[in-house]
């Protein structure tokens, strides 16, 4: 179905037609630019276009729908000595810098502190 391009432009005054023409952030498109045939009389919206008949007019944003919230949630897990600050990985061995021991990616202890934010979730 398309939509009504009949309107009675505020401009002119006169029954005209709506000029529908695409608009350009580069190569994305932003939105339409809506203007009057006769009068070039340019309207702000969709919403502000005098629709002739005002049949039923959905307007979808798609630009503007929210982006999907990553949760993070606080494991059990989340306490491994493979995510500890003080846990080392060599190729021989695993090692933990705070207790000066040989530990497993799976160990947990009290003193547990998380590592670091990655060096690249800072850019
Ligand atoms: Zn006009």
Redesign the pocket.
Known sequence: MTASREIQ?P??G?E?LLLREPRYEGFTKVGESLS?A????VFASEAEVPFKHRAKIEVFTEDERPKAVKVFGEKENARLCRYCANYVVNPFMQWCGHHKKEVQATDTCHAFKPKPPEAKALL
């Open positions: 432009c401009g002119c006169r005209t009057c006769s009068c070039g009389h």
